[in-house]
């Protein structure tokens, strides 16, 4: 869902056609492209996908999109007293000023200045060193993270998650995905008080977990203790759209029931392999051939039901693991500052982001004050003293005594389900493949490593890349590790 201050990277990241030239390999003779590409999803990672599988097979390919809900996929957004409001993924407004506090469902243990010396030094006499020393270990996992970039860049692509990480960080990396998040940070020496007071409320807003998910997604939750964490005005979705359209796709409104592997004669060469689609939608049930099908969407417990046939080796239609959930609440009303623990007036306090403690007295994750999806000119957020837009991340849906005690009045709440992300319990000793049969690929598969807008671009394009050295026999671009050596050898 929301990843701190990558969100700026990743929209730069989609934007963006291909632009640099892949010198470091020589280019062998290209066969004849793909007629047709399906992709099965349209969220983040599908439109994504659908993207950058038309930079690298060209104009020619068709490519169709299958989804049976709204594009965008967990990037939702919900109408709320005559304005859009995000319901999933990031929503905090670069033209609005935001503060954080913590909450221990008692009290605000916490609450942020408007002054950022103010600020470190209360952190300073809290925790010694523990937070400087958390950014500067964040930014090594970062730096070692933003690898990738240049691997694919050069157009390297991973037939694996392991692989793909091991090619950012080595065994370090691996080492992260399967001890905790918990471990690895006393591991450095980071005291468990810290932990406790300031790391885990980062990963429950987050993840809606604690500090005990993996060591990688935990570094990337952590990312969200810097303030660059923006929305896009209209709406976090309009990526998914804008990738849509940019794509050149054909958008499919129907629900994938199977995926068949079937093979053709042909009257010229060799038989001829195809996975043929079939699907429903509002104008009932049909069947596509395609040489290539990307999946974007999860194949796990309570996640999918979609079946496979006609596979020389059977394919999973149910990975092991579940899905987390957590509702995402809309709450148009009067906050009970009170409840908060806060006796000054509502009027005066300004904090728009509520995290929380692992406790026990918590019924809910986070709490945020929202902005619309579009920010008119001359707007200014309300005081917690006026009716404004609330967001509540909660394990469960909130009941009528829920509200009573955190809302001093209320006229309209909107409650989503989500199965937002992996429940992360390592050791993640595998995940999921990359590649489920010769032209099947599984996107969706990043997830287990960690859960983000970011992850599943990046995912998205290691698919189309995978795919195109795989459909053209560029056996020399996957699963490399060379790209320093090589580089050095081009200078």
């Known amino acids: 869902m929301s990843v701190g201050t990558w969100t700026q990277r990743v929209f730069l990241l989609l934007g963006i056609y291909h632009s640099a030239t892949r010198t470091l390999a020589s280019t062998p ?63 905090v407004r670069q033209e609005v000023p935001s503060k954080k506090a913590v909450f221990d469902g008692s009290e605000l243990t916490f609450e942020e200045s408007d002054w950022f010396i103010v600020n ?158 079939s699907y429903v939608g509002d104008g009932g049930a049909g069947h596509s051939m395609y040489d290539i099908v990307v999946i974007a969407t999860p194949l796990h417990q309570g996640q999918s039901d979609i079946s496979f046939s006609g596979l020389s080796s059977p394919v999973v239609s149910q990975f092991p693991g579940i899905y987390h959930q957590v509702f995402s609440i809309l709450v148009h009303g009067v906050l009970n500052t009170s409840y908060l623990g806060v006796t000054r007036p509502a009027s005066e306090f300004t904090v728009s982001e509520i995290l929380t403690a692992d406790s026990k007295d918590n019924v809910m994750y986070s709490l945020t004050s929202v902005d619309p999806v579009h920010i008119p000119p001359g707007y200014s957020r309300p005081p917690a003293s006026q009716t404004k837009v609330w967001k509540v991340f909660s394990p469960r849906a909130l009941d009528q005594e829920d509200l009573r005690r955190m809302f001093l009045s209320w006229d309209s709440v ?63 671009q996957i699963d490399q590790e060379d790209l320093h050596t090589r580089l050095r050898g081009e200078l």
């Open 120 to 277: 470190f030094l209360r952190m300073l006499w809290r925790y010694g060193l523990n937070y400087l020393f958390m950014q500067m270990w964040v930014e090594s996992v970062m730096d070692k993270f933003m690898r990738i970039y240049q691997y694919q860049q050069y157009g390297y692509s991973f037939t694996s998650m392991e692989r793909l990480l091991h090619a950012m960080g080595g065994d370090d990396f691996l080492s992260l995905m399967n001890h905790t998040l918990e471990e690895t940070m006393r591991a450095e020496g980071f005291a468990q008080i810290f932990l406790n007071n300031v790391v885990a409320p980062l990963t429950r807003q987050t993840y809606g977990q604690s500090v005990r998910i993996n060591g990688l997604a935990g570094a990337l939750s952590l990312t969200g203790a810097d303030s660059g964490l923006w929305a896009v005005d209209g709406g976090n979705k309009r990526v998914c759209s804008g990738l849509l359209y940019h794509s050149k796709s054909d958008l499919i409104r129907a629900r994938v029931t199977n995926i068949s592997f079937k093979v053709r004669p042909s009257k010229t060469g060799p038989s001829t392999g195809f996975y043929e689609v």
């Open 29 to 91: 003779e290209l066969h004849e492209p793909p007629a047709n590409i399906a992709v099965v999803g349209a969220g983040i990672g599908g439109a994504a996908a659908a993207f950058y599988l038309r930079q690298e097979f060209g104009p020619t390919v068709k490519i169709d999109v299958f989804e049976p809900a709204d594009v965008g996929g967990r990037l939702a957004t919900a109408e709320m007293a005559n304005q859009e409001y995000e319901t999933g993924g990031i929503s």
């Open 414 to 476: 909107s409650q989503t389900p989500w199965l937002a992300y992996p429940t992360y319990r390592p050791p993640q000793r595998l995940t999921p493949p990359f590649i489920l049969h010769s032209r099947l690929y599984y996107l969706s598969a990043v997830e287990w490593a960690a859960s983000s807008m970011e992850m599943s671009a990046i995912s998205a394009r290691n698919i189309a890349l995978l795919a195109h050295h795989r459909w053209h026999k560029q056996m020399g």
